[in-house]
């Protein structure tokens, strides 16, 4: 038996057919374990943009409607008796505009999306290329996004 190539060993049979050695072998385990981490990485970092998404609507949605009922309820409602009505309704705006300031779920959202986004370029095109990326290019991507939500600015 002798090697023609270092990625291929011909048959004593004497068939065209060629075997890949331990280290292309190990190669493509080491990039399906990565792209598992990679896949899975991408799914938290979706699933998060969609939560502070949420929290960003949710919260604005809050405020802007305890502000208004603030501003409204003093001429609809004439009554002395709801002084403390005003007070919760201003101190629940005041809380959540409060949140929004300085949780910042759309800086958090854009974050978490731009890191989706990038490492879900990267496992599609090892897709797209039937596993031709190697790990590295996987990892790169993970750590790019990682980068990305430190808050450090890539670009």
């Not at 939560?51 to 004439?78: M, N």
């Not at 002084?83 to 929004?100: E, H, N, P, R």
Request: glycine content about 6%; some cysteine.
């Amino acid at each position: 038996m002798t090697c023609e190539s270092k990625d291929s060993v011909d048959h004593p049979t004497g068939d065209d057919q060629q075997v890949p050695n331990s280290s292309t072998q190990a190669d493509a385990d080491e990039l399906a374990i990565v792209l598992q981490e990679g896949k899975a990485r991408r799914s938290t970092w979706k699933r998060m943009y969609m939560v502070w998404t949420s929290l960003h609507y949710g919260i604005s949605i809050l405020a802007i409607t305890a502000t208004v009922l603030v501003g409204i309820l003093p001429s609809s409602i004439s009554f002395p008796n709801h002084a403390g009505l005003y007070a919760v309704l201003s101190t629940l705006a005041a809380v959540f505009v409060f949140l929004l300031a300085f949780t910042s779920p759309s800086k958090q959202a854009k974050a978490y999306i731009a890191a989706w986004r990038h490492l879900d370029r990267a496992i599609i095109r090892n897709e797209s290329r039937a596993g031709a990326s190697s790990a590295d290019e996987i990892r790169a991507a993970i750590d790019f996004g990682e980068e990305i939500l430190s808050g450090k600015d890539p670009f």
